[in-house]
Each structure stands twice: as C-alpha cells, then as structure tokens.
Nanobody, 115 residues
Framework: QVQLVESGGGLVQAGGSLRLSCAASGSIFSINAMGWYRQAPGKQREPVAA???????DYADSVKGRFTISRDNAKNTVYLQMNTLKPEDTAVYYC?????????WGQGTQVTVSS
C-alpha cells in the first residue's frame, strides 16, 4: 500500500502562484510514476501533470508553460509549482502514484483562483 498526503492548496488571485506537495509513504519502492489530476465542480477528473521514476515529465496542454512538476526522492515527495494561475484552474487537485499497475490517490486539496 502507498499512502499519499497532499498539502499547499488555498485561495489565490488570478496571476498568482501556489505550490502543491504530495508526500508518499508506505510501500514506496517500485513506484513507477506520480502526478496530479484535478476535478472542477461539475466536470470530470482530468490529468494535469506526471513524472516518472526516471524523471520524464508530461503536462496537459492547458497548463504547459505555467505548471512545473518535480520530485525529491530523498523526501519521497512530488511537487506541483503553479504559476500564472487562472480562474479556470480552480479545482480539487489529487495526487496519484502508480505502483505495479495499481493506482493510489491522495485525499485532494482545494485550489481556488479568484478573478
């Protein structure tokens, strides 16, 4: 089992920045990839960014150039630096981890961007 705990969400004005953190614990060896999804009210959950164990990254088109995903292997933590935030980035952000074909999810953290 992998446990994921997110932090760093909050309320920010448009154009501002936030950094989300996701700390992994438990059976963290053999985690293949980690990343972030988000879900806005009335919408489906959508992928935002991902990073593999080798350090390769991938981003949704809507956040490219504004968001950066990174990882600190020593702290078993993944970060999502979000810059130039827009009201449409408002959502609950969920961290996930993929380990041996199993997906694990955090509890989610709310990000609200005011116009």
């Amino acid at each position: 089992q992998v446990q994921l705990v997110e932090s760093g969400g909050g309320l920010v004005q448009a154009g501002g920045s936030l950094r989300l953190s996701c700390a992994a614990s438990g059976s963290i060896f053999s985690i293949n990839a980690m990343g972030w999804y988000r879900q806005a009210p009335g919408k489906q959950r959508e992928p935002v960014a991902a990073i593999t164990s080798g350090g390769s990254t991938d981003y949704a088109d809507s956040v490219k150039g504004r968001f950066t995903i990174s990882r600190d292997n020593a702290k078993n933590t993944v970060y999502l630096q979000m810059n130039t935030l827009k009201p449409e980035d408002t959502a609950v952000y969920y961290c996930y981890a993929v380990r041996r074909a199993n997906n694990y999810w955090g509890q989610g953290t709310q990000v609200t961007v005011s116009s």
